[in-house]
């Protein structure tokens, strides 16, 4: 499998152990409302669930207390964790307030952007990018696995295209997200990548951009060497990386980028995100992608131009006419 990781484990996984029968859920009794709390039976949610996506049963199911949904009174938002081995995703569902309704799909509030739900996810506080400046006002997120060939291909083209057609106003941001159960390098590799980061912004992007470039030799028994022999190559303190390759100081950091990209349901790499708008697939090939981001520099030219009509006051003088 290269650099595709879905649900499709799950449903391939093992056989179907029995079925849930339709008729199970009216044998079961509603939850007791409680006046503190919207009506949510944990239980007869997950049998529900499990029988409608044909989760095996040994599909591991979390479910998150409900939340309020601003703007929409009488639902509430459920995040329902999966897991199965090394593999896990996150699915957002909306139940109403008497328990009894659920359904999934995006929720849009035309005051903001139909994209705003991963924009509040999205941090790129912490995270190497390029190609940026102040004026940038497109940026584009990429969820990428270094083991991940798709992700190599990709890489490539965005660091000669985006310099090259939008230079200074697309900045692209490289966001860890190893697929652990596929790829056995990748993990230790984005741990290798922070702990680049942590001496010099330029020597990652060095890392990021040889690290693709040798993919085919790596393995998981070699990847140290290989790393320690780049490293004395590009001035870089051997002795410091080793250190924090060792003792997985920037796992935590790579962990958050996971995390990040769970909540919002990333199941391949690479995959990206434009100004929150997300791209896999062949929706993320750089024709596309270049028409893309062309319509989003179009559209914030637009924004900014209402912004500051809205916010103009206009004085009548004399001699002016109306």
Known sequence: MKGRLSMKLFACSLLMVGALAPSAFSQAKPATPKATSPVLDKVKL?????????WVPDVA??????????????????KVHLSYKTAAMDQTYYVSGDGQKVFKGDVFDLSK??????????????????????????????????????????ATTLRQQIPASFPGKVEVYFMD??????????????????????????????YHDWIYEVQQDVTADNFNSKLMEWAAKNSVDAVQLGRCVDSKATEAEVNR?????????????????????????????????????????????????????????????IGKKK
């Open 46 to 54: 997950e049998a529900y669930l499990r029988y409608l996506e044909l």
């Open 257 to 317: 980028t996971v995390a990040m990209g769970r909540e919002l349901g990333v199941d391949a790499t690479p995959t990206l995100y434009l100004n929150g708008r997300k791209l896999v697939d062949q929706m993320a090939q750089w024709p596309t992608l270049q028409q893309l981001i062309t319509l989003e520099m179009d559209h914030q030219a637009k924004v900014a131009e209402e912004a500051e009509k809205c916010c103009t006051v206009e004085i009548p003088q």
């Open 177 to 206: 997200f190893p697929l652990d159960s596929i790829h056995p390098w990748a993990h230790p590799a984005s741990i290798a990548g922070r702990c680049v980061l942590r001496q010099s912004s330029d020597s990652f992007w060095k």
């Open 113 to 154: 952007s139909p994209f705003q739900t991963a924009l509040d996810s999205l941090k790129t506080d912490q995270q190497p990018g390029y190609n940026g400046s102040a004026e940038a006002k497109v940026k584009i997120l990429v969820f990428g696995d270094f083991q991940c060939p798709y992700c190599k291909a990709e």
């Open 61 to 78: 199911v979390k479910i998150d207390d409900p939340k309020p949904i601003s703007g929409m009174p009488g639902f509430t938002e459920v």
